[in-house]
């Protein structure tokens, strides 16, 4: 596609549900990450997958929270059990790879997560 | 030491004046600086990238860096109302694969 694309753009779910935000990378482009933005905040770095492995999950804040990749395209993040401080706008990011130092990352529009 | 500092702000300029926005970061191994905006409720938008020391250019909008210092800065000449948003700096650190670490960001007001 032309763009990053995040699903769903808005999620309400009461505390305690489990929620699946989807990401389809720009196309050709193998590196993918999660970031997380709560309100005010900068971007805090969650994982990170060079075609369907994760080299880095270090941001993960929980074990509630997981993420896979398959076909090297698209890319789901998981939160089970969500409590109220899972609050905030997930965003996704791709790159080409193509510097062994930093490719620049494109991002999607993010999904806003609401816990109530 | 937070790995990658920005003053907070806000910032506010003239219309037509020059923002300058500066940027530390702790990596000495660092290799790849970048430059976001980030307009209210969008997602973060690169405008820069820079890998050398030096001065880089684009339109409006001018990178500095400096590995010595460890300092990264972004020029924008002739600011505009529409250059209002939060400007995330972004480092790529050493061995880190391709992760970037932000900043806070710094949030500019550019006033008509």
């Known amino acids: 596609g032309a763009g990053v694309s995040q699903s769903p753009s808005n999620k309400v779910t009461e505390k305690g549900k489990d929620v699946e935000l989807r990401c389809d990378p720009i196309s050709g482009h193998t590196a993918l990450y999660w970031y997380r933005q709560s309100l005010g905040q900068g971007l805090e770095f969650l994982i990170y997958f060079q075609g369907n492995s994760a080299p880095d999950k270090s941001g993960l804040p929980s074990d509630r929270f997981s993420a896979e990749r398959t076909g090297g395209s698209v890319s789901t993040l998981t939160i089970q059990r969500t409590q109220q401080e899972d609050s905030a706008v997930y965003l996704c990011?791709?790159?080409?790879?193509?510097?062994?130092?930093?490719?620049?990352?494109?991002f999607g529009n993010g999904t806003r997560l609401t816990v109530t | 030491q937070k790995e990658v500092e920005q003053n907070s702000g806000p910032l506010s300029v003239p219309e037509g004046a020059i923002a300058s926005l500066n940027c530390t970061y702790s990596?000495?191994?660092?290799?790849?600086f970048f430059w976001y905006r980030q307009y209210s409720g969008k997602s973060p938008e690169l405008i820069m990238s820079i890998y050398s020391n030096g001065d880089k250019e684009d339109g409006r909008f001018t990178a500095q860096l400096n590995k010595a210092s460890q300092y990264v800065s972004l020029l924008i000449r002739d600011s505009q109302p529409s250059d209002s948003a939060t400007y995330l700096c972004?480092?790529?650190?050493?061995?880190?694969?391709?992760?970037?670490?932000f900043g806070q960001g710094t949030e500019l007001s550019v006033k008509p």
């Open positions: 990596d000495r191994g660092s290799q790849s």
């Open positions: 990011a791709s790159s080409s790879g193509r510097r062994t130092y930093g490719s620049p990352l494109h």
């Open positions: 972004a480092v790529n650190q050493e061995n880190q694969g391709g992760k970037l670490i």
